[in-house]
Every structure is written in C-alpha cells, then in structure tokens.
C-alpha cells in the first residue's frame, strides 16, 4: 500500500525554544517512521514581531534600536543551537549560516535607518527572516535524531503575486516548484523542513503571505503534493468551542468543516489564518489541528463537510481589532447609490470589510473594517461625499474604535429555527447592548457587534445558552486516523 505523505506544520510555539524544538523533532522523527513528512516552520515565536519593530524603528531613523534587537535576536538563536546540535562542527557551522542570514537583515535596517523609507519589499525580506533562521535549526534538530533532513526556503517552492504583506500563490506554477524540489527529497528519504510564511514573486522577489501565514503555506504546499493530510502543530488541543483566552470552559470540537473553520478564523479565532483552507477547497485535503505540547490528543479534522453536532452552533469567536464606521442621516435616503460609492471607496483601499448592515429606511449604513484600515477608509469617504456632507444629504461619518464583533458559527444552524433568538436574548441578559447584527445568507453565522468591554460576557453568555463549555459526550471523540 502507498505510503500517506504529509505535511506537518509547526507554529511560533512551538519552536519557541531548545526544548521545544526538540520536541517536534521527535514529533517529527516518529511521523517519518510511518511515511512521508514534509515539515513546515514559523519563526520562533515573538521573533516576527521583533523583527517588524526593528524595521519600523529603523525607519523612523533609529538604526541604534534596531541594532539592539538583532543583538538579542542572534543571542536567543545561539543559545538555541547551543543546546540542540552537540557535535561542535555542525554547531559552528549552522551558526554561521545563521549569522550571514542576520547580516542581511541588519544592512537592511541600516539602509531603511539612512534612507527613512521602509517598502512594502523591503518590509516583508525583513520580516521573513524569522523563518528563514528556524529552519535550518529545525533540520539540525532532526538530523541530532539521526532523521536526513534538509532546510528549504519557500521562496524557492510557492510562487505568489507581487501583493507584499499579504501575498496569494499561483497554484500551477508552485505546483510545478514545489513537485521539482521536494519530490527528489523525499524519494531519497530526507525529510525538508520548509520556511514558513514566505514565497517568491515568478522574478524571485521575497513575499510575504500575510501574518499568521504559516498555517496557509502548509494547505499551499499539502495542495501542491497531492498530500494526503494536513497536520497544523499548535499550542492548543485543535479547534476549541471558543478562545479559551476568553472562556476558560472551552473545549476541543473533535470535526469541523471547512466553511465552518473558515468563518471562525475570519471573526477572530487566530488558530487558523483565515485564508487556509481556501488552498485545499479543490482537492478536499482533511487538515489536523494538534497539540505540539500534548501529541497524545487527537485534535481537531477539518474536513470538506464537517459532522453535525446535532444542535446547530458548534463554536463562537469574537474580534477587538475591528473599528465601526457608520454613515447616515435623513438626507441618504434616495441619495442614489450611496451604498456602491461607500463600497467602492472600500474596494479601491484594499480594506478588509468583516460585516454591513444597512437599516431598511436606508438612514444609517454601518459596516466594520480591519482596525489597521479604520483611519483611511473613514478618511476616503468622508472625501467621497464631501459634497453630500455640505448639502446635508449626509449628515455624519463617524468611526468607533471601540467595539467588537461576536460571531456564532456552525453549519446546521441553518434550518434550526431559534438560533439568533437564543444567541440575542442570551446576551440581553447579561445587559450588553447591541450595535448592529448581521446573518449571511449561507445562515452558518450570526454576527453581531457590541461595545468592547462587553465582548466577554457577550460570548461567555452565548457560550453557556448553547452548552459548548459541557464535558464531551464520548461517543464525539474521534481517533486520529
Ligand atoms: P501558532 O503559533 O501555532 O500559529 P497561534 O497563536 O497563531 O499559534 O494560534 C493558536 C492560538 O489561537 C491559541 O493559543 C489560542 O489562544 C488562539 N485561539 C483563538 N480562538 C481559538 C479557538 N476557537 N480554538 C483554539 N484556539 C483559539
Ligand atoms: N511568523 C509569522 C508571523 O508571526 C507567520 C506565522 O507564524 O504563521 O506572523
Ligand atoms: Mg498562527
């Protein structure tokens, strides 16, 4: 019987330190004993970070700051390979390919320090270094276990468009690169260890996929190898019913289904970057989410269609990086197409749009917007009717920061009536206010936004009316294939 090949992709967490690594080592040791493994790594976690407030220190002309972060940053990797790599060759050696990978980047920030200009390019070739420095000691890590392993970048596998900071593959051709350089590989018995995050334009500029994009270069790359499953190593028990950052009572849901994981990581649930599954759609690739800390549980399986639940919401998720900004007044109603001009403006920002609702009086539209895109899109609309404003027709654009929004997921919500009633009086309750409401057509979410100090007892309170904090029944606990 052919072998299942899988991808295992393992998270800032994860690889956060020795200890750590050497744990998905063995992780990975064990997996390569059943089959075929190609593994893919975020940068040590906190490492992106750092990495991005150098940069922007750098470019408000504090090359010294920056500086210093490279210092720590080199410091932490070297006390990290000091106690993974024994042999004192090896050591020496992966520390000096590591060393030249920090060169880069400080001439980097010391260009943008002289210059006072940090591109979008040079932006991502900085951040990406992360990656690019965990994955060589991921590999040394495997071959201390006596695994073959080989570091390889991205850039050299997944193919992308030039959308810096948020970049999308281009499937024909990262199949083709992926194929050529891991098939060889893996034929040969080596398990690569892949840099997570990044790709490369077809002319070889650095991309990044967005923050968060490691778990979307591994769908890219399972989709990529015909991969038979998906493994994404976190530092909680797979997908829980809630954020247990908010709800301490949540638990793991044992199968989800894409649409399903997809809304949750659109509203907020950082578990999964919320353009994952997009590259497994076609193929129908199930996707693992495990416990690097825990690997004796079996997580949660993503798959194309989920397994009911029996009572219709499976999970909530909220979102505080979010801003609310609403346009009305008396005057908008019969003002033509206020509604294509305010989306258009959206449209032509890039900025990312999370919910609309529209009052049927047409007096308000309000919708919400990623907080990073807040100031322009208000800023561009209040330009787009400008005119409006004078003559009255439109009598406010206003922006909140302050909100959240709360959103109650699960795909057989649609046809159990009672649903929104439930979620709405549950929140009554507990008094908290709410601003705007909206259900997709699709019917497996209702969101709704309230004001951010209320966003925790809005979802403790929906999380107890629909009793996704019980003890799991068994008979929902499901092997690990
Ligand atoms: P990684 O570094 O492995 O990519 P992330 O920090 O990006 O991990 O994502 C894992 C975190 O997502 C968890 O530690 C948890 O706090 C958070 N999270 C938010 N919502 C959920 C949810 N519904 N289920 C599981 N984790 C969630
Ligand atoms: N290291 C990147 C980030 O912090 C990508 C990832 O971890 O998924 O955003
Ligand atoms: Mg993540």
Request: glycine share 8%.
């Amino acid at each position: 019987m052919k072998k299942k090949l899988r991808v295992m992709k393992f998270g800032g967490t994860s690889v956060g330190d020795a200890a750590c690594i050497a744990r998905v080592a063995q992780i990975l040791k064990d997996a390569a004993k059943e089959g075929p493994v190609v593994a893919v790594v975020s940068a040590m976690s906190g490492v992106t970070n750092r990495l991005i407030e150098a940069a922007k220190r750098a470019e408000a002309g504090d090359g010294e700051h920056a500086h210093r972060i490279f210092e720590a940053l080199r410091k932490q990797h070297d006390t990290a390979l000091g106690s993974l790599i024994r042999d004192d060759e090896k050591r020496t050696w992966l520390s000096a390919s590591l060393s030249k990978i920090f060169g880069e980047g400080e001439q980097l920030c010391k260009g943008t320090a002289l210059l006072h200009e940090l591109t979008p390019r040079t932006l991502d070739t900085i951040s990406s270094l992360g990656e690019r420095l965990s994955a060589p000691m991921v590999a040394g890590a495997l071959q201390e276990l006596g695994v073959p392993s080989e570091p390889v970048e991205a850039t050299e596998l997944i193919v992308t468009d030039s959308y810096h900071g948020g970049a999308d593959p281009i499937r024909e051709r990262t199949r083709e690169r992926s194929q050529a350089r891991l098939r060889p590989l893996l034929e040969r018995g080596i398990t690569p260890v892949a840099t997570g995050f990044i790709g490369a334009t077809e002319s070889g500029v650095l991309t990044t996929l967005g923050r968060g994009g490691s778990d979307y270069s591994a769908t890219i790359l399972g989709a990529a190898l015909d991969a038979d499953e998906i493994v994404i190593w976190t530092d909680v028990d797979g997908v829980l019913t809630a954020d247990p950052r908010l709800v301490k009572e949540a638990r793991t849901i044992p199968e989800i289904s894409y649409r399903e994981a997809t809304e949750l990581a659109y509203f907020g649930a950082k578990v999964l970057h919320p353009k994952t599954l997009r590259a497994v759609e076609q193929a129908g690739i199930p996707v693992w989410i495990r416990n690097s800390f825990a690997p004796e549980h079996a997580g949660t399986k993503i798959t194309p269609k989920g397994r009911s639940n029996g009572g219709g919401v499976k999970a909530l998720t909220a979102i505080r990086d979010v801003a609310l900004i609403t346009i009305g007044g008396p005057g908008i109603v019969g003002l033509p197409d206020v509604v294509g001009r305010t989306f258009s403006t959206t449209a032509e920002l890039k900025a990312n749009v999370l919910l609309i609702s529209q009052s049927s009086s047409q007096n308000d539209i309000c919708f919400i917007v990623a907080a990073p895109d807040a100031k322009r899109t208000a800023a561009a609309l209040r330009k787009e009717f400008a005119q409006d404003v004078a003559h009255e027709k439109v009598e406010h654009i206003t922006l909140d920061p302050n909100i959240a929004i709360v959103a109650v997921v699960g795909e057989n919500m649609r046809g159990t009536p009672g649903v929104a009633a439930r979620t709405f009086s549950s929140v009554a309750r507990e008094n908290v206010n709410l601003i705007a409401i909206a259900q997709g057509s699709s019917e497996s979410n209702i969101s709704f936004v309230v004001s951010e100090k209320d966003m925790k007892a809005a979802v403790e309170a929906a999380n107890r009316e629909f009793g996704l904090g019980a003890p799991v029944s068994r008979e929902s606990v499901v092997k690990v294939s």
